[in-house]
T-cell receptor, first 113, second 119 residues
């Protein structure tokens, strides 16, 4: 079992729809969770982080965390073609040294005009 | 604000040649620094991380090495490149920002990357 798993996609949604990206993790002691967006040929950029169970909203983005189910998701409302990218889920396993993150392999999202 | 630089942006090297990639961070002090490699269409593989000058932890065995000669400088090296070393190399930092700007302390912020092709 991979430590962090994501559906590889590609996920295709029409413009204006809600895109739902999912991520599961294996280490029950994980403490913080991150979503990064990576455009083709570019480096990852942070979208959101979440530490507590429940929802966290930032503009069109909502992160949802369920530690009991070891599940974190990212919802993108009113999807735009500019949202087309690969979305990486990352988990901090809570080690005291170095803030090491474990990344999933990413979900490729395409938003069709 | 904090800025992270990497150079070169692209590099084409023959098999067996040496490698040196450099990463520097501005606007922070005593950051944690990381080197990742991303193969085409794949996720990020952590290669090295450092919590201070001269302190390097290796995550995977390979023919690469890392050094941190200064607080905000991180270098990735190899004496002899292999074909399998091709990829997108990313440097990242985490820690505290100096003099303002929202920084989440355990969040990693990435540099622009170096695309390495070994022929």
């Amino acid at each position: 079992q991979k430590e962090v798993e994501q559906n590889s996609g590609p996920l295709s949604v029409p413009e204006g729809a809600i895109a739902s990206l999912n991520c599961t993790y294996s280490d029950r002691g994980s403490q913080s969770f991150f979503w990064y967006r990576q455009y083709s040929g570019k480096s990852p950029e942070l979208i959101m982080f979440i530490y507590s169970n429940g929802d966290k909203e930032d503009g069109r983005f909502t992160a949802q965390l369920n530690k009991a189910s070891q599940y974190v998701s990212l919802l993108i409302r009113d999807s735009q073609p500019s949202d087309s990218a690969t979305y990486l889920c990352a988990v901090n396993r809570g080690e005291t040294s170095g803030s090491r993150l474990t990344f999933g392999e990413g979900t490729q999202l395409t938003v069709n005009p | 604000s904090q800025t992270i630089h990497q150079w070169p942006a692209t590099l084409v090297q023959p098999v067996g040649s040496p490698l040196s990639l450099e990463c520097t961070v501005e606007g922070t002090s005593n950051p944690n620094l990381y080197w990742y490699r991303q193969a085409a269409g794949r996720g990020l593989q952590l290669l090295f991380y450092s919590v201070g000058i001269g302190q390097i932890s290796s995550e995977v065995p390979q023919n690469l090495s890392a050094s941190r000669p200064q607080d905000r400088q991180f270098i990735l090296s190899s004496k002899k490149l292999l074909l399998s070393d091709s990829g997108f190399y990313l440097c990242a930092w985490s820690g505290f920002g100096l003099a303002g700007g929202p920084v989440v302390t355990d969040t990693q912020y990435f540099g622009p990357g170096t695309r390495l092709t070994v022929l």
